[in-house]
């Protein structure tokens, strides 16, 4: 693939990655606030309870096969149809456990009403697992149009659902059951719009090549994901429904800027980078200039957050959710730097070494169960800010591989990075204290938000201007 090829397949990719996900998640977070308006923080509490058994149930779906085929640049037939017969055997054998574990689960966190609910929303465990060949087959083209299409769709048919159902006074079910109408739309509609069909048996020289390369991700997937949500299982069980409620629900709005605008970096960056995974100096140059384009983007987003989170929760939520605003506060700082995180352990997967990867995983998540444990009898606000803690430990364990692979080690990556950090700090700093004289909510927030932008605006255009033309011109392109 040839540089300027490169280029115009990295820029449509972004463009209709970010398109995807950030259309998808502005039409999720208008149906998120008409919900919160209408059901409780207990009511996300409960759902909050069971998320890590549904994220457990994917991870073994997927089990990394379809990184190993985007990875795969001789891919066969064969390969795509063993991968397909292998997560729909996946799939269903992962919603007999959920199904047979729900009276348990229910038991554990004494809620009774858990058990029907993890055998209704589990069900989408197996429509994911009908469509995840066809979804890595969009990726391998970085066809991220067609995905914006299909995501868009499912969410807006199943927040439409939700919101009538809530309407019609059905509460938590209304969750549950937007959860199952998002996941039968999204696999109809991947099928309806991939011509690919599974043409051939099982094999198992490609399921061996697979599981080789998949394994490794997969295990380390399941610790992440079993990490990410231990917290919600400790909150569940030590507190009550509505705690529980008000941290996800601050969680989820400081994953709004960071973890979609990472996973838009990932999703277009590993084929992109896999295809230069031979020639490292463009690879070294392709990975700092992402650095500091994710950088640019997302500092900013995460202070901005930071910030104007009690007027944001106050206007866009009601008073009922004010428990989540120094959850919020706290987590964008821990989740600054995740899309940093992301990017090094991208370049592992770049090159082959998901034996690595998995080691850098088991090492960090025993520094953060570590963390957890000291900070549990302290309250929810010291384990927010012992993730904080952890983040910055994790940045020095993972820029470690990086180092030795491309030369951008941790230090190489502070310096590109810290005009970025020092002018997304001063511009938090700025909304806070010029905002800080304003009485009215609804005026703060938008006074908040013009400051915000002229701040980092003048900053950048002084002190991160490569960073700031990238940006523009990306914009004009499309």
């Known amino acids: 693939m040839s540089e300027q090829t490169l280029k115009q397949a990295t820029t449509k990719g972004l463009f209709w990655s970010s398109v995807e996900r950030f259309s998808n998640q502005g039409v999720q977070f208008v149906f998120s606030i008409i919900l919160a308006r209408l059901l409780s923080p207990s009511d996300y509490g409960i759902i909050a309870m069971v998320t890590i058994f549904f994220a457990v149930a994917q991870s073994f779906v997927d089990s990394g096969f379809s990184n190993a085929l985007v990875r795969k640049t001789d891919r066969v037939e064969e390969d795509l149809s063993t991968c397909f017969y292998f997560n729909i055997g996946v ?12 009276p348990l689960v229910a038991n554990f966190y004494n809620q009774p009403i858990l058990s029907p609910i993890i055998r209704i929303t589990g069900l989408g465990v197996i429509l994911n697992s009908l469509c995840v060949v066809q979804q890595a087959l969009f990726t ?12 868009l769709s499912a969410t807006v048919i199943s927040g439409i ?117 031979d020639d ?25 957050l930071a910030s104007m989170a009690s007027p944001l929760i106050r206007v866009i939520l009601t008073a009922k959710w004010d428990g989540c605003v120094l959850y919020l506060q706290i987590l964008c700082f821990a989740l600054m730097l995740y899309p940093i995180h992301a990017i090094n352990l991208n370049l592992l997967q770049v090159k082959g070494r998901s034996d690595i990867f998995l080691r850098l995983e ?22 927010c ?31 590109d ?9 001063v511009m938090g700093g700025g909304i806070y204290i010029l905002t800080s004289f304003i009485d009215i909510e609804g005026l703060k927030l938008v ?31 499309k």
């Open 91 to 102: 799939g269903i054998i992962a919603y007999i456990v959920l199904f047979l574990i729900a």
């Open 140 to 151: 391998i083209k970085i066809d991220f149009k067609s995905q914006a299409k299909i995501t």
């Open 161 to 277: 659902v939700g919101i009538l159902l809530a309407y019609q006074g059905y509460g938590i079910w209304a969750l549950v059951w937007q959860g199952v109408a998002s996941s039968i739309v999204r696999m109809g509609l991947l099928w309806l719009m991939s011509k690919w069909r599974p043409r051939t048996g099982f094999s198992k020289s490609s399921f061996n090549y697979l599981f080789g390369y998949g394994s490794k991700l997969l295990a380390s997937g399941l610790l992440d994901t079993i990490y990410n949500n231990i917290y919600p299982i400790v909150i569940g069980k030590f507190y009550n429904p509505a705690q529980l409620g008000n941290y996800s629900r601050a969680l989820g709005w400081a994953q709004l800027p960071s973890a979609n605008i990472t996973s838009i970096l990932q999703r277009v960056t590993f084929p992109v980078l896999s295809a230069i995974q």
């Open 280 to 304: 490292s100096l463009r690879l070294q140059n392709s990975y700092r200039r992402l650095l500091k384009l994710s950088a640019f983007i997302v500092f900013p987003l995460m202070m901005g």
């Open 362 to 383: 088991i090492i960090k998540k025993i520094i953060g169960v570590v963390i957890l444990i000291i900070t549990i009898p302290l309250g929810i606000t010291a384990m």
């Open 385 to 415: 800010l012992g993730m904080v803690f952890s983040s910055i430990i994790c940045l020095i364990v993972n820029t470690y591989y990086t180092s030795r692979f491309i030369d951008v080690g941790l230090l190489t990556q502070l310096k």
């Open 417 to 425: 990075l810290r005009i970025i950090l020092i002018n997304s700090l």
């Open 447 to 477: 006074m908040g938000i013009v400051i915000g932008f002229l701040l980092y605006f003048i900053g950048s255009f002084y002190f991160s201007k490569a960073e700031l033309q990238e940006v523009i011109s990306l914009i004009k392109k």
